[in-house]
């Protein structure tokens, strides 16, 4: 078995119009040994970007203490928020720095990239455990669910979807490729970030996704 398999766990993030969804599964296992039902996998870097991070559960939490330490940095040396495609290259040359003993960990990046307008587009990424950066248009997966989530995104996915429409297809995706994974389930928490004609900050929207509750929202 794969180490990138030995925890389980599945991100998705989801382009729609004026607004973008990132999600994943919350179970934490070895193997096929269930151990958590509430692990998280997807993390705010800022108002305007999430990092999913699927892998092996110990990487997660360094990665995630990596980025955080990174960020920190560039707001204190450059005097401003990072934009979600400069974190996309900050996350693919971390991971880089350590292609000889890499980290198993396979990023998803989503957020609202800001226009020389001074307006917010949707923008995701993923990258493989060495840094390799692969930028989408409609969706990106990662984790053990991946070649489910494909199938499934590909048949659900529509052009220039409304945030309700959004969190729906991104829901429905997420839950009906992890029943057919048994490293991936337990429900699911959806963060979508959405652009308001005249405002300044995306408005974020955590979520939990259940096989019953499909949009039931909860306190950040």
């Known amino acids: 078995m794969s180490i990138m398999e030995y925890n389980g766990g599945s991100v998705i993030a989801m382009v729609g119009k004026d607004c973008v969804a990132i999600a994943s599964d919350l179970r934490l296992g070895v193997q096929s040994l269930s151990i958590s039902s ?3 996998k997807i993390f705010p870097v800022t108002d305007r970007v999430f990092v999913g991070l699927p892998g092996l559960a110990s990487d997660v939490t360094t ?3 990596q980025f955080r330490y990174r960020v920190n940095m560039y707001t ?3 005097e401003r928020e990072i934009e979600p495609e400069t974190f996309a290259q900050l996350v693919s040359s971390t991971l880089y720095e350590r292609r000889f003993g890499p980290y198993f960990i396979e990023p998803v990046i989503a957020g609202m990239q800001k226009t020389p307008s001074g307006s917010l587009k949707p923008f995701i990424a993923a990258t493989d455990l060495i840094g390799c950066l692969n930028f989408a248009k ?3 997966v ?3 669910a991946s070649s489910k989530l494909f199938g499934v995104a590909e048949g659900l996915w529509e052009p220039d979807l409304e945030a309700e429409d959004l969190f729906e297809t991104i829901s429905q995706t997420l839950l009906n490729a992890v029943d057919r994974d048994a490293f991936s389930g337990w429900g ?3 963060h979508l970030m959405c652009f308001f004609e005249g405002s300044t900050h995306p408005l974020a929207q955590p979520r939990r996704s259940s096989t019953n509750r499909i949009a039931s929202p909860v306190a950040p």
């Open 38 to 40: 509430n692990f998280q």
């Open 63 to 65: 990665l995630h203490e």
């Open 76 to 78: 204190i040396k450059e």
């Open 138 to 140: 409609d969706f990106v």
């Open 142 to 144: 990662a984790g053990t």
């Open 188 to 190: 699911a928490v959806v």
